[in-house]
């Protein structure tokens, strides 16, 4: 195709280093999300260096980066302050020690104070981590084995929810009652009977299986609004019904805040739609671009771990460059008028997309709060899973990106995955956006 011939053109030391990165890395890339499988076709570029809120790869291009390392640098490349803070502090202490310190205490007492359901919380070491944790604290805590989840969201790798993510819904039966279809091979399928797969958004197919079987659910994970399904947010009130029913039934949930937590507010979903869940997981944007994650909780819900009785391990758990990444991007986090400012920043793109589609007559939305959001390309509202595979324009979304990409502008080659904004984009960053997107959208629907 013409992007594949201008892209080798303007991408061959990134060629190059593929092709020996496939010798010796499976895939050529580091993470399945990296490579060709993933939309990165013919290949990825690869990064020369990130600053602020851009990216130079190897070939000498530059790039706005709305990729953002897929959420984790939410103050840009290379903060300063954040970069500073992790440097003196192994300089100072070490970085590891399998024992307590006070620094730890330090970040908690910031995560804590930052996000509304979290009374207690342990750092580890990623977003997949954090999830099997909290879902089998869920069950050692209730005594009970049923955990509820959604199709189309994404809560990491581990066994125990590494299903229905992006299922073809002929393999997973009717919407209103899916069944459980692992995302990979390798998942042992004895575990889909610990699982109840529902559609996100639909009240109705929720509150009649907690009926029929709400006294066996242990939990109720969900993304507290989806990124891993492009961007859909709640419908109004389906969080608290979530929140009310669960109680009902003593079913805890949890929210997976892996991508949400920081970005809209300091207090992440959870503050921003004021519903607060029993746990909590965050990663990508608790250590502004530091390998972090964290499980949090009420005091009820972290009992099991504070009183000795769950084991909740991990040698390299709060180790030093974690705590130091979390405690300073957590007062970087705290500057009054930040979350405004970039919401604002955020919007203008997003209203500078919707002009730039309906002025084409583009069948696209904008979707998203502020700091993360999708262009779906599509010709009616999608609220989950199901709607986006039906209605969600893929190919369309494959030239966008790849217009994009040419014109020095950034983000996943997949209409499921979103944009992200960091809190050191600038104005000029959207304005120059916006006039690689004029021009895209207009050579994308050729
Ligand atoms: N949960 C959500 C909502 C995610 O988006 C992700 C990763 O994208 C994970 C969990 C897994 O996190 P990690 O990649 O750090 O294991």
């Not at 280093?17 to 570029?45: E, M, N």
């Not at 809209?264 to 503050?271: H, S, T």
């Not at 180790?319 to 970087?332: F, H, K, P, R």
């Amino acid at each position: 195709t013409a992007f594949e011939i201008e892209y080798e053109r303007r991408a061959a030391l990134s060629r190059k280093l593929f092709t020996r990165a496939s010798q010796v890395i499976p895939g050529g890339a580091g993470s399945s999300a990296r490579t060709v499988g993933f939309g990165w076709h013919p290949y990825p570029p690869f990064i020369a260096e990130g600053r602020g809120s851009r990216l130079r790869d190897v070939d000498g291009n530059e790039y706005i980066d709305y990729l953002l390392g897929l959420g984790p640098m939410i103050l840009g490349h290379r903060h300063p302050v954040v970069t500073r803070a992790v440097a003196d502090a192994i300089d100072e202490y070490g970085t590891c020690f399998g024992l307590p310190y006070e620094l730890e205490i330090e970040a908690a007492e910031k995560v804590v104070d930052a996000v509304p359901g979290i009374d207690q919380v342990r750092f580890t070491n990623s977003g997949s981590e954090a999830v099997g944790t909290a879902v089998r604290l869920a069950r050692a805590t209730t005594g009970r084995r049923l955990v509820i989840r959604f199709e189309g969201h994404y809560h990491g790798w581990q066994d125990v929810v590494y299903w229905s993510n992006h299922v073809d819904p002929e393999l997973a039966g009717p919407a209103d009652q899916p069944r459980p279809v692992p995302s990979g091979p390798g998942v042992p399928l004895e575990l889909s009977d610990t699982l109840i797969v529902l559609s996100w958004n639909d009240p109705e197919s929720f509150v009649r299986v907690m009926r029929e079987r709400g006294d066996e659910v242990a939990a109720v994970i969900t993304e507290a609004a989806v990124f891993n399904t492009g961007c859909i947010l709640p419908e109004p009130g389906y969080l608290q019904l979530l929140r009310d029913v669960t109680r009902e039934y003593g079913a805890l949930l949890i929210f997976d805040e892996v991508i949400t937590g920081f970005r809209f507010a300091r207090g992440g979903a959870q503050e921003y739609f004021g519903v607060t869940p029993d746990l909590t997981t965050l990663a990508k944007g608790l250590g502004g671009g530091f390998p972090v994650a964290a499980i949090g909780g009420t005091l009820d819900a972290m009992r099991l771990i504070a009183e000795g009785r769950y084991s909740h391990s991990g040698t390299y758990n709060a180790n030093v460059i974690q705590c130091a990444a979390v405690s300073a991007t957590m007062d970087v986090l705290a500057e009054p008028g930040l979350y405004e400012r970039q919401r604002a920043l955020g919007d203008r793109l997003a209203d500078g997309l919707r002009a730039l589609t309906a002025e084409r007559g583009i069948d696209a939305y904008v979707e998203g709060l502020g700091t993360v959001f999708q262009l779906w390309f599509a010709n009616r509202p999608i609220k989950n899973w199901r709607d986006a595979s039906a209605y969600a324009d893929e190919a369309m979304f494959t030239r966008w990106f790849q217009e994009m990409l040419l014109r020095g502008v950034l983000f996943h080659p997949l209409q499921f995955e979103n944009l992200f904004v960091s809190l050191v984009h600038t104005d000029s960053d959207i304005d120059e956006t916006l006039t690689a997107a004029a021009d895209a959208l207009t050579a994308a629907v050729r």
